[in-house]
C-alpha cells in the first residue's frame, strides 16, 4: 500500500466512508490479483439488484499474464491503455438489453441501468478489499463485441481496470494531477424536494 493522500473530498452528511473514499486512480503497483479475489469482486456484482431481477449484466474478465488480458487491454484507446495495461486485471462489462419472447426481440427496459449497479458493487466490494476498480468507456467497442464474442441482443458498457494502488511517480506527468480524487456538486444542486431542481 502506499502513503495515504490528502483526500480534498469532505461529505456534507454522514455517509459511511467507503463511498466518499473510493475513487479511480490510474497508477498500479506490480501485485497479483489471484482468481479467487476477482471472483469475490465479481460476485458483489453478481448480487446487484436489477429490474425484476433479469440480472442482465454480463463479465468478460482476465488477469495480467494471461493471453485474454492483452486481448481486452488491446481494445483501450491509447490514454487508457497507457496506464490500465499495467492492471492487475481487466474486467468488460455489458448487459442483455433485449430477450427474445415467442421469437419477437424485447427490449430489457433497465439493462444499462442495472449494469451500472453491478459496476459499482463491484467497485465498492474491490475498495473494501483495498483494491482500486476503474471503469474505462474509452474503448473500441465493435472490436470488442468482436474479439469477446458478445452474444447478439447485448450493449458493452466498459472495461474496468483492478489493480492496487501505487504511486503517482510512476504515471507520465500528464496523468499525475489527476490521481487526486474528484469533486462532487452540492446536494442541492443535484436532490430537490418534491421536484427535480
Ligand atoms: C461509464 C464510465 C466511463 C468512464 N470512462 C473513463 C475512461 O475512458 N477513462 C478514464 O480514465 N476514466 C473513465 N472513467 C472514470 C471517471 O472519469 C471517474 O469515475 C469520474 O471522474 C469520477 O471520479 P472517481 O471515480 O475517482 O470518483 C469512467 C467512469 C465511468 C463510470
Not at 476503474?134 to 452474444?151: C, I, R, T, V, Y
Amino acid at each position: 500500500m502506499t502513503a495515504p493522500f490528502a483526500s480534498p473530498r469532505s461529505p456534507d452528511h454522514a455517509v459511511h466512508a467507503q463511498f466518499v473514499e473510493r475513487h479511480s486512480p490510474r497508477a498500479f503497483t506490480d501485485e497479483a490479483l489471484t482468481e479467487a479475489e476477482l471472483m469475490i469482486l465479481l460476485e458483489a456484482a453478481r448480487w446487484a439488484p436489477s429490474g425484476s431481477n433479469t440480472q442482465p449484466a454480463r463479465f468478460a474478465y482476465a488477469r495480467r499474464g494471461e493471453p485474454e488480458f492483452a486481448r481486452i487491454a488491446a481494445l483501450l484507446a491509447p490514454s487508457n491503455r497507457l496506464w490500465a495495461e499495467k492492471a492487475a486485471a481487466l474486467v468488460v462489462i455489458a448487459s442483455q438489453a433485449e430477450v427474445v419472447k415467442d421469437g419477437v426481440p424485447t427490449p430489457q427496459v433497465s439493462h444499462a441501468f442495472d449494469a451500472g449497479a453491478a459496476w459499482m458493487s463491484l467497485a465498492l466490494q474491490a475498495h473494501l478489499r483495498g483494491w482500486i476498480a476503474h471503469a474505462m468507456g474509452g474503448f473500441d467497442k465493435p472490436a470488442a463485441a468482436e474479439a469477446l464474442g458478445l452474444p447478439p441482443g447485448h450493449q458493452l458498457h466498459v472495461v474496468v481496470a483492478i489493480g492496487r494502488k501505487g504511486p503517482a511517480e510512476t504515471l507520465p506527468d500528464h496523468l499525475r494531477p489527476r490521481e487526486t480524487p474528484s469533486l462532487r456538486r452540492p446536494l442541492a444542486e443535484v436532490a430537490g424536494h418534491g421536484r427535480f431542481v
